[in-house]
Nanobody, 126 residues
């Protein structure tokens, strides 16, 4: 399994971006898919996660109401729609996946995820 994240770039504050993630072989069907980010000089932090069934979605408080995680099960691809971007959203964004159906309280824990993408840089200028 090789997850590939894409869609990052340089935008201005208030703009939008959509990140995508999928297994390069398009064969892996994760049960829980997520996004994390790591800003310069900071630890990696949870952003959002979703179950394949769509029954459980969880967002970090810092992005709730601005970011939307979604998925396309037919394509084994998941997305992070980021609106109203702020300079504080500047980070490398990593997608992650696991074959486990994570409960909401477990979703923010990086250790529960089996596979990680290489990261895509999002830079928001103010």
């Amino acid at each position: 399994v090789q997850l590939q994240a894409s869609g990052g770039g340089l935008v201005q504050a208030g703009d939008s971006l959509r990140l995508s993630c999928a297994d390069s072989g398009r064969t892996y069907s994760p049960s829980t898919m997520g996004w994390f980010r790591q800003a310069p000089g900071k630890e990696r932090e949870f952003v959002a996660a979703i179950r394949r069934s769509g029954t459980t979605i969880y967002y970090a408080a810092s992005v709730r109401g601005r970011f939307t995680i979604s998925k396309d099960n037919a394509k084994n691809t998941w997305y992070l729609q980021m609106n109203s971007l702020k300079s504080t959203d500047t980070a490398v964004y990593y997608c992650a996946a696991t074959s486990s159906n994570l409960i909401m309280s477990s979703m923010p824990t990086a250790g529960w995820y089996d596979y990680w993408g290489q990261g895509t840089l999002v830079t928001v200028s103010s």
